[in-house]
């Protein structure tokens, strides 16, 4: 007998599972709702699930071009009710940026009220603003009762929701995306909608054409923010074949002559994405950091178009050269990612090329054309079963008449006598009396050949794919009518120009006042630039637990070296370290130097200048100081090993001690000239390492400082002349014990 166990009850459903499986499981679920449901576009219309739910649910509240809007709030909770079951400020937020003209290329919301500025003031609250669709939200839903598209249940089931829109022209390019899913993000920039489908219509005339050909027609992105796009061509035909890379916007800018030979900077586009209040906030600290000394005053003059007033430190540096600079310190000019990462047709993520998103576009509009004859044809095939039955009344008008009025079931008498079908009948029987005429007659068989004729056409399209490609193209010419390039939403706004070759940095230099300063690092890394020279650095203060650890005398032209312990050399520009009114800035903040690495030396660079570096292992080598430069946060490597030596090569010899006090003199010609490495052996030990090290001319001859600050000369440093990487003799008599040649 078998015996049935009940299902337990809901305090005894505990799975058993290891806790790696269940985690690995259910993040899994999640990143996949992630990537399919919320971050990446579909290439078929290029929305998200919450625009597209959005446009869906204007659609059905028949918020058209033409009719009146309504409260956003009212939007808002339809879609959430109806379709998207989450915050209600997150909708929103989407619904702004869909109506903000910065925002998108082509809006497909037309907001009425507060929706945001450019600066980066936020939309005001979905109770005060209003909107509804506009004529480019409509060619993409274009078609949506129809048939065009799939549906699928809402997440309550009680309603469903289109799984794409028809998308009468390609709003994935044309408006572009952004998002960031789990392991994966997709960045495209809008472009110009006109030369999408000229593109498009190329494809459709030769489908081998090639990403170069359709560049012919795609200039480039198109940013609804204008700009001047100075990517190379070759940069950008790279990008849109292999569907990932990046492009270079600028601000569009131009000079104004002023009195007395003056001239200004007008800005009158900034790039896409940038906040112009945070862009001006930007540029006014460089002035104050004095980070950009080209740049004399920066104001906002904008009214409803954007007027950013520049005015140069002086009136003899070119304007090119100003510009140069702030492209490359400010957002002026910035770097659009391109990653063409969508969703396809059957919803599986990967990076698209240009020509593989129009080619996903134009099968969908075709199967959207397909979809949409056969919704057509079955409504004519309807049309013309009743008019077959209607015409069969007026050929038989008198024996209908009879059997309406004296049979007591003219239905069932009509279906038998003339063998019609329950529609036909019940057609004929709510005819009225005056649709009895000639005239109606005549005008019900003109009506059943139109419609007989446009079957038989729509019949002869499904059957013919020629057709079918054909149809898409016409009706994507119909599409560039309403946008354009002759339209006002459709006019190019970026252009595209080639970034001028402008030495900056030799104009910036020569616009740099020339000026004495004192350069200090403190022991803990901060860093600042005291105008002239400090006399006495016991005046100086510094934070609570701080101290001196390098003062060094400079000018402002000069380009500071800092040579770190991991044997990195960083260069900072005299002209821009911090005041000394404060405490200056930590120096972690300007170049990118780990807490654990500790200074070896600081100084200003001199050109044509060499100096020794070792390693605390004992190896060392010569070095150029033009090998040492580089603007790089991350520096410059140039010594391998633990550096401890750094010392002007002004000399014929150099001296070293090992951490065993014993003392090594030998020809500095003895060490190899090199730009990077670990260099050769200067002495050795049997444990330890390198101390320290002294380069002298050997006609002058050597000395040591002791560690009350004296100079003690070492008339006797040939006894301790021997080959480099011997290991030396003990240091004289009344040497300093901390076996060093200079205290620390």
Known sequence: MTVHTPPPGDGDRILEEPLTEALSRRYLAYALSTISSRALPDVRDGLKPVHRRLMYAMSNMRLSPESAARKCAKVVGEVMGNFHPHGDQSIYDALVRLAQDFAQRY?????????????????????????????????????????????????????????????????????GSSGIAVGMATSIPPHNAAELIDACLLLLKRPEATTADLMGHVLGPDFPTGGVIVEPTASLLETYETGRGGVRVRARWEKEDQARGGWQIVVTEIPYQVKKAELIEHLADLIESKKAPLLGDVRDESAEDIRLVLEPKTRNVEPEVLMESLFRLSDLETRFPVNMNVLDARGTPGVMSLKAALLAFLAHRREVLVRRARFRLGKIEARLHIL???????????????????????????????????????????????????????????????????????????????????????????????????????KRRSDLAEAPTVSVEASVEAFVVREPITVILSDKGWIRAAKGRVEDPSELKFKEGDKLGFIVPAETTDKLLIFASDGRFFTLDCSKLPSARGHGEPLRLMVDIDDRVKIID??????????????KAGYGFVLPEEEALAFRKAGKQVLNGEALVSLEATGDRIAVIGDNGKILVFALDDLPEMPRGKGVKLQTYRE????????????????????????????????????RSAAGKLAPRGFPTSKRFRPK
């Open 107 to 175: 809006q497909l919301i037309d907001g009425q009220g507060n929706f945001g500025n450019i600066d980066g003031d936020n939309a005001a609250a979905m109770r005060y603003t209003e909107c509804k669709m506009t004529p480019a939200a409509m060619l993409l839903l274009d078609g949506i009762d129809e048939d065009a598209v799939d549906f699928r249940p809402t997440y309550d089931g009680q309603d469903e929701e289109p799984v794409v829109l028809p998308s009468g022209f390609p709003n994935l390019l044309a408006n």
């Open 388 to 490: 077959d039955g209607l015409l069969i009344a007026f050929l038989n008008l008198d024996e209908v008449i009879r059997i309406v009025r004296y049979e007591d079931e003219p239905k069932q008498k009509l279906i038998a006598a003339f063998a019609l079908t329950d529609i036909q009948a019940d057609a004929i029987l709510n005819t009225r009396l005056r649709q009895l005429a000639k005239l109606e007659e005549m005008e019900l068989r003109r009506e059943h050949a139109e419609l007989a004729q446009e079957r038989d056409g729509i019949i002869a399209m499904l059957a013919d794919e020629t057709m079918q490609w054909k149809l898409v193209g016409q009706g994507l010419k119909d599409v560039r009518k309403v946008l354009g390039p002759d339209t006002a939403v459709g």
């Open 602 to 615: 600081v100084f200003p660079h001199k050109p044509g200048r060499k100096r020794v570096l070792a390693s």
């Open 688 to 723: 330890g390492g390198l101390r320290d090290a002294l380069v002298f001319a050997s006609a002058a001859g050597a000395a040591w400082t002791d560690a009350a600050g004296r100079t003690r000369d070492w008339p006797e440093w040939k006894d301790w002349e021997g080959r």
